[in-house]
Nanobody, 120 residues
Framework: QVQLVESGGGLVQAGGSLRLSCAASGSIFRLNAMGWYRQAPGKLRELVARITFGGITNYADSVKGRFTISRDNAKNTVSLQMNSLKPEDTAVYYC??????????????WGQGTQVTVSS
């Protein structure tokens, strides 16, 4: 079993900042790409940012220049620094990882989600 646990969500005013963190634990051999997705009410889940094991990143156009994804491979963690937040960033944010387990099975794991609410 692999668990992803997010933290750091909350309520912030527009223009403010939040930092989300995600810690992976369990039967992990290697974490390949890790990422953050979000889902707003009535909308589909969308990719926010993604980072490969080697540190290559990509971002949704809507967050470029405002959000920064990073990871610590030794600690199996990934973080998302969110600056200049806008009301349209309001959503449940989910951590995601492409996991190779100790039994060499490869699959996707998701966290339970953390709410981010940006007030105008």
């Amino acid at each position: 079993q692999v668990q992803l646990v997010e933290s750091g969500g909350g309520l912030v005013q527009a223009g403010g900042s939040l930092r989300l963190s995600c810690a992976a634990s369990g039967s992990i051999f290697r974490l390949n790409a890790m990422g953050w997705y979000r889902q707003a009410p009535g909308k589909l889940r969308e990719l926010v940012a993604r980072i490969t094991f080697g540190g290559i990143t990509n971002y949704a156009d809507s967050v470029k220049g405002r959000f920064t994804i990073s990871r610590d491979n030794a600690k199996n963690t990934v973080s998302l620094q969110m600056n200049s937040l806008k009301p349209e960033d309001t959503a449940v944010y989910y951590c995601n990882a492409d996991v190779v387990r100790t039994n060499m099975y490869r699959g996707e794991s998701w966290g339970q989600g953390t709410q981010v609410t940006v007030s105008s």
